[in-house]
């Protein structure tokens, strides 16, 4: 079974950080690009950066370009999404995608249960 499962989300004040992982199963993680997502209560999905199969971050959204930083230990098949100098309004579920292709597309295949992060003073 394909899967992919987020941990590290919870409550953290503003100018805090978190690292958010995605731990993949029933495939290589090496083998794909691995988005990630979040949505806040009544906004659309945003894809916040894309994580190339040699662990380069890249399409990052520009809401959290400079503070947030993705990456990947294919070892033991998770990538990361290190968050610093978290703002209120980064609060949202944060989910990873993997990419259908072997490169960062607009296609995903399979999708995590997502991880609440709130940043709240």
């Known amino acids: 079974q394909l899967q992919l499962v987020e941990s590290g989300g919870g409550l953290v004040q503003p100018g805090r950080s978190l690292r958010l992982s995605c731990a993949a199963s029933?495939?290589?993680?090496?083998?794909?690009?691995i988005h990630w997502f979040r949505q806040a209560p009544g906004l659309e999905r945003e894809k916040i950066v894309c994580?190339?199969?040699?662990?380069?971050?890249?399409d990052y959204a520009g809401s959290v370009k400079g503070r947030f930083t993705g990456s990947r230990d294919n070892a033991r098949n998770t990538v990361y999404l290190q968050m610093n100098f978290l703002e209120v309004r980064d609060t949202a579920i944060y989910y990873c995608?993997?990419?259908?292709?072997?490169?960062?597309?607009?296609?995903?295949?399979?999708w995590g249960q997502g991880t609440q992060v709130t940043v709240s003073s």
């Open positions: 029933g495939f290589t993680l090496s083998g794909y690009a």
């Open positions: 994580i190339t199969r040699s662990g380069y971050g890249t």
């Open positions: 995608a993997r990419d259908m292709n072997n490169y960062c597309s607009d296609s995903v295949d399979v």
